[in-house]
């Protein structure tokens, strides 16, 4: 997680994308709960987001238990495309 290298700056970008994504779907109290109070768990729904973007373009649709809504189409993810 050292920024100073290319996969640390990615996985910053990432991080920043996801997180942004989820706080501006998410009722405030589960944006808390699912991404700020334990960091595995944060880490799990951040790469449930991305496994939710690519699974729809395979026709696939993951279930998250909380139910999540729909994330795929935000546009921040051009911004994760760019990186």
């Known amino acids: 997680n050292d920024r100073k290298t290319p996969l640390g ?4 970008i990432f991080t920043a994308i996801t997180d942004t ?11 808390q709960r699912l991404f700020r109070q334990d960091l595995l ?3 799990m729904f951040r790469n449930f987001l991305l496994a939710d973007r690519i699974l729809r373009s ?7 238990h909380p139910a999540l809504p729909p994330t795929y189409q935000h546009p921040l993810w051009e911004a994760w495309d760019l990186a």
């Open 21 to 31: 994504i989820a706080w501006n779907v998410l009722p405030s109290p589960l944006f």
């Open 9 to 12: 700056e990615l996985n910053w």
């Open 41 to 43: 768990v944060a880490s």
């Open 58 to 64: 395979l026709n696939c649709t993951p279930v998250s």
